[in-house]
Every structure is written in C-alpha cells, then in structure tokens.
T-cell receptor, first 116, second 114 residues
C-alpha cells in the first residue's frame, strides 16, 4: 500500500492566486513527521515545511502553510499568492520509524505550473 | 539553512567502470545521510540509510554490492556505483539529517553510463 499519496499529478494556478496541493498518508506510528519539498527543473530538493504528528497547530513558513488533518491523515500544502518561481515539482514526504531506524518516504509528486 | 553538497554534479562513464559520488554536509554534522535515486518524472526512491561509523542499511531490492556506501565521517558519505551499466543511469540525490526532523538535500548527481 502507498504510504504517501499525492493524487494530483499536475496543477495549474494563476499568478497571485492560492493553490492547495493534496497529500494523504498511511502510518500506524503515533509519532511521525510530514514534510513538503520543492524540486525545480534543476533537480535539487528544497525543504519547505514540516509538521510533527503531535504539533497541534498547523505549520506555516512564509507563503507556505500545511493544512494538517490528523484524523483524515492528510497534510495538504497551501501556497498563497503564487509566483512564477513556484513552478516546480512538489513532493510530500513522511518520516516514520521502520525496523528500528527512521526513514523518509516520498509521494509521487505534483507538478505545479503558475500561469502569468 | 544548512548546506549539502554533492560532487560531481554530472558524470559520464563507460559501462563496466565504477563511479564514486560524494555527499558532504558543509556547515553541520550529519549523523545520518540518505541516498536516493530518481528516475525521470518519478519520485525519489530511497536506496539506503547511512549512519556514521556503521554499515549502511539498504532498502529492499537495492544491491549493496553494487551500490557501496561509506559514511566515514560526520560530514561525508560516498556512494560508489560499481561495474556501472546503462540501466544505472539516473539522478542520485543524497540528504543529510541535521536535527530531529530537518533533512537537507544535496543538488544531485546526474550519472550517465554509456
């Protein structure tokens, strides 16, 4: 079964508008972490935001916020006031304990294109 | 933020040769480093977890004799692709964990095996 599911292979958003990228996860751990990364066409991965499973408040980092709904096991990324430079692949990831060590599993990604 | 470098950024090698990729954390000590492989238009696939001073833990299906990982210090991990074949051509990315949850990625290495 997929640990991380991103159901939107591609998204378009108008510049200056907000966009939500979906992510659902599956884990039996009580303690886990959720991340979002941005991957521009150049290939490097850029850390955007983190949410711990015990964090009561949704994480925010500048224009990025994570809509964490624990009961639904969803961790959607909201980008406000989209900019042309936001066009990239976005990966949702989860950190959990597995076999005595921690590992991070990535979703398949969502390609976001910002339209001028 | 923390910086992770990879060297080389691009490498072309002939089939049957070995290639070493370095991953360095430049301004922090990383007790754990991860190696990923990314196929075109696909997500990252975790290959192995590397802990300083101990043997790497490989994911299922990853040949440890083919992808040799050495984590000799708190700032350096190396991935050696031995006897490379064209199917090993891919984008290899390392990451290093700084604190309890932050993981920083290197810029990646594009390997092309001819």
């Amino acid at each position: 079964a997929q640990k991380i599911t991103q159901t939107q292979p591609g998204m378009f958003v108008q510049e200056k508008e907000a966009v939500t990228l979906d992510c659902t996860y599956d884990t039996s751990d009580q303690s886990y972490g959720l991340f979002w990364y941005k991957q521009p066409s150049s290939g490097e991965m850029i850390f955007l935001i983190y949410q711990g499973s015990y964090d009561e408040q949704n994480a925010t980092e500048g224009r990025y916020s994570l809509n964490f709904q624990k009961a639904r096991k969803s961790a959607n990324l909201v980008i406000s006031a989209s900019q042309l430079g936001d066009s990239a692949m976005y990966f949702c990831a989860m950190r959990e304990a597995s076999g005595g060590y921690q590992k991070v599993t990535f979703g398949t990604g969502t390609k976001l294109q910002v339209i001028p | 933020g923390a910086v992770v470098s990879q060297h080389p950024s691009r490498v072309i090698c002939k089939s049957g040769t070995s290639v070493k990729i370095e991953c360095r954390s430049l301004d922090f000590q990383a007790t754990t480093m991860f190696w990923y492989r990314q196929f075109p238009k696909q997500s990252l696939m975790l290959m192995a977890t590397s802990n300083e001073g101990s043997k790497a833990t490989y994911e299922q299906g990853v040949e440890k004799d083919k992808f040799l990982i050495n984590h000799a210090s708190l700032t350096l991990s190396t991935l050696t692709v031995t006897s490379a074949h064209p199917e090993d051509s891919s984008f290899y990315i390392c990451s290093a964990r700084a604190r309890s949850y932050e993981q920083y990625f290197g810029p990646g290495t594009r390997l092309t095996v001819t």
